[in-house]
Structures are given as structure tokens and as C-alpha cells.
């Protein structure tokens, strides 16, 4: 098993643990830590793993993060 994959199931457990906490702005500030350092880390899967592991990696912060996509997804056909 690859350091980056390590990694990315740290990170995994590391969002699931930061969601079960009390939150008095619903997790928002939480969520962009978690985004800024998922991101690097969604690159770094790809390049050591490839593209399957990177997608499978997605997928499962996407069901972490469910609201920002949510509101990014919103945002995205507002603007198109």
C-alpha cells in the first residue's frame, strides 16, 4: 500500500471524526481546511495510484464534503 494512499485514508478518518464534532458555524471553516489539504492530496493519489484510485478517492471525500459540492454544483449552472 502506497504513503499516498495511507494518506488519503488518514485523511478520510480525519473528516468523519471533524463531522461528528459540534460545530457552531456548521463545519464550514472546517471544510475548507479539509479541501485545502484534500486537494494536494487528491493529486498526489493520482500520481502514485492513477486514475481509478484518484476517482475512488473523490467519490468518498465528495460523500464527506456532501454541502460544498452541493453549493458548488449550484454555483456552477448559476454561471452557465
Given at each position: ?12 478518518v ?67
Open positions: 500500500m502506497s504513503w499516498s494512499f495511507v494518506a488519503g485514508l488518514i485523511w478520510l480525519v473528516a468523519n471524526v471533524i463531522g461528528l464534532l459540534p460545530s457552531k458555524d456548521y463545519h464550514w471553516r472546517n471544510a475548507y481546511g479539509l479541501i485545502a489539504v484534500g486537494l494536494p492530496l487528491l493529486a498526489w493519489i493520482l500520481y502514485a495510484n492513477g486514475p481509478w484510485w484518484g476517482l475512488a478517492f473523490l467519490a468518498a471525500a465528495g460523500s464527506v464534503l456532501r454541502w460544498p459540492v452541493v453549493y458548488f454544483w449550484r454555483w456552477l449552472r448559476r454561471a452557465l
